[in-house]
């Protein structure tokens, strides 16, 4: 079993920045794919962006150039730096890691972006 452990999360203005953090643990060995999915109310999750063999990132394009991904495998953490947030931003941030084809979430970080 991986255990995935969010924090960073809060309220921002409108222009401004976030980073949220990720740490794994528990059973990691094989963690291919690490990454942020996000969910607004009244919506689906949604991909925000992942990094996969610790180097290859994928973003939603309504992200790109906004966020960026990034792993540290000596700590066995996720980051997503997050700049230029929009209202639209808002929603609740959910860290995902795929392990062997099993996919584990974290319980969510809250980020609310003010206009």
């Known amino acids: 079993q991986v255990q995935l452990v969010e924090s960073g999360g809060g309220l921002v203005q409108a222009g401004g920045s976030l980073r949220l953090s990720c740490a794994a643990s528990?059973?990691?060995?094989?963690?291919?794919?690490m990454g942020w999915y996000r969910q607004a109310p009244g919506n689906e999750r949604e991909l925000v962006g992942v990094i996969i063999s610790g180097s290859t990132t994928n973003y939603a394009d309504s992200v790109k150039g906004r966020f960026t991904i990034s792993r540290d495998n000596a700590k066995n953490t996720v980051y997503l730096q997050m700049i230029s947030l929009k209202p639209e931003d808002t929603g609740v941030y959910y860290c995902?890691?795929?392990?062997?084809?099993?996919?584990?979430w974290g319980q969510g970080t809250q980020v609310t972006v003010s206009s």
């Open positions: 528990g059973r990691i060995f094989g963690i291919d794919t």
């Open positions: 995902y890691s795929r392990q062997f084809g099993r996919q584990y």
